[in-house]
């Protein structure tokens, strides 16, 4: 038995969650489907718009920098993806595929929250080319399987390393930042009230 079976079936079991969570329809699929051929013809400008907010940002082109992807091949990996988000059936097949751009994120330092900005520009872009609110409700349900595919592919990576290296569950991480955060949350308040 393959030792990464099991992130095989949590990705699958996962990405149904979320499609459940997010309450993606099969009339959404269908609806971005449709949308395929009327907005990829934009995605280079997407992508443009988008990559601006991310060589905005300091960390952005670190991982840039750190990447040593050129621009052409840049451009080519977020049409990949973007094509992706229209064509998928956000299904288990779907989410390993999202999975593993996630963990190129990773192998690369794309950072967490840098991810979740991106989107969010990604997200803002998209919209402009909805023609219909039920076009923005399934392009933003699909941006956020998508982004929470992508986190549970980190969380697993993390999970991995607390195992390998340490020898420990990950529990011990959680309960650890449970009670660091009550710390924190205390002395936030304190520069609230």
């Known amino acids: ?9 949590k ?6 969650l979320a499609r459940n969570f997010l309450g993606i329809t099969d009339n959404d699929v ?11 013809p934009t995605f280079e400008a997407v992508i443009t718009q988008a990559a601006t907010s991310l060589l905005n940002d300091p960390q952005g082109q670190e991982c840039i920098k750190q990447s040593g992807l050129s621009h052409e091949r840049a451009v080519a990996l977020f049409k990949y993806w973007l094509e992706s988000v229209f064509t998928g ?7 390993l595929l999202v999975a593993r751009i996630s963990l190129a994120h990773v192998r690369n330092g794309v950072s967490e929250d840098l991810m979740v900005e991106t989107m969010g520009a990604f997200n803002r872009e998209l919209l402009k ?9 399934a392009v ?14 980190y969380e697993y990576i993390k999970d991995l390393v607390w195992v390998k290296t340490l020898g420990v569950g990950r529990n ?5 930042v449970r009670l ?14």
């Open 1 to 9: 038995m393959n030792k990464y079976n099991d992130l095989v079936s």
């Open 11 to 16: 990705i699958g079991d996962f990405s149904r």
């Open 30 to 40: 269908e609806l971005l489907h449709q949308m395929k051929d009327r907005v990829s």
């Open 89 to 95: 059936n956000f299904d288990e097949k779907h989410a």
């Open 129 to 137: 080319l909805c023609s219909t609110p039920q076009e923005s409700i």
């Open 140 to 153: 933003t349900k699909a941006l956020y399987w998508n982004l929470s595919v992508m986190i549970s592919a």
């Open 172 to 176: 011990l991480e959680e309960r650890l």
């Open 180 to 193: 660091n955060a009550k710390e924190v949350y205390t002395e936030i308040a304190r520069h609230i009230y």
